[in-house]
């Protein structure tokens, strides 16, 4: 289940938002019924430089894992 504050990898290209399969972003918003989500895509130097929105179907979750220094 993906939720608000979740990174997310884009399983489709959207040459119309210029973004391409596999980048990264976060969700910042969770609509209807859990079936659309609301995402951001930051640069290197925190600079918004796409916020969409997208099908479930077009999201990957992403797990993080801390792991010791």
Known sequence: MINELDTVALLVDRPDLNL???EMGTV???LG???VFQVEFV???GFTYGLATFAASD???LHHRARAA
Do not use: H, Q, T
Request: aromatic fraction near 0%; charge should be negative; charged fraction near 65%.
């Open 28 to 30: 910042v918003d969770v």
């Open 59 to 61: 999201l990957l979750k």
């Open 33 to 35: 019924d859990r079936e």
């Open 43 to 45: 640069d290197d130097e």
């Open 20 to 22: 391409r399969k596999g």
